[in-house]
């Protein structure tokens, strides 16, 4: 029996990475069910709900006014109103937003609840081969030169597998600066996961390097170290 949403709540809905069909039941009964879907972009979003018919009032909650709308989804809230927030793929809060308005329900309390899914880098790091036991997350690194190479540097002095998130802009500048940290490491970087044009690059930062600028630069990067 489907789940029945409860008013003053917020629920936490991870959605697809790529492709459509990894999405829980569980989510697609409280995205048919809650009072309002609050998304970063609402043309993206509409992309699943209308390929599961689901039809729903939307209002854009990103991180350019993240701190304005966590107010607005507050008084929704206390106006007794059940809303589920998504992002354009994968989990809210995990480099996206979410974090402001979780902090403040939790402080007006009002209840959260998380509907698990999909998460770009826990889909390449259980296919990579690396250690899953001991990994740190570190999301995306400052684009200033300097300051990243010396995350780079702190990161290497912990043995685990660092991940890392990157867009297609700057993905081979700091593919050049791991090269200069880990040149012997092995890295895996994984390119539009979980859709058709999936690539997983498994080499050392050199010849990662190589293979990429043989193909068509896109989409949003992971990147695995394994320094260990």
Known sequence: MPE?????????????????EDISIRALNILKSV????CEDTRHSLKLLNYYDIKKKLITYHSYNEEYS??????????????????????PCISDPGYLIVNECRKKGFDVIG????????????????????????????????????KLSEMKEIEATHIIYEGPHRIL??????????????????KELTKINETIIIDIPENTI???????????????IANY
């Open 4 to 20: 029945k949403v409860q008013p003053s709540t917020l629920y936490i809905v991870s959605t697809p990475i790529g492709n459509l």
């Open 35 to 38: 009072d309002i879907i609050a």
């Open 70 to 91: 966590s107010a607005g989804l507050i008084k929704l809230l206390e106006n007794q109103k059940s809303l589920a927030l998504i992002t354009d793929g994968g989990t």
């Open 115 to 150: 509907i698990t899914g999909i998460s770009a880098f826990l889909n390449l790091l259980t296919v990579s081969g690396f250690r899953c036991d001991k990994f740190f997350f570190h999301g995306f690194l400052t684009p200033k030169v300097n300051k990243q190479k010396k």
């Open 173 to 190: 500048k700091i593919l050049e600066n791991i090269k200069e940290i880990f040149p012997e490491k092995t890295i895996c970087l994984g």
């Open 210 to 224: 190589n293979l990429l600028k043989e193909k068509k630069i896109s989409g949003e990067f992971v990147i695995l």
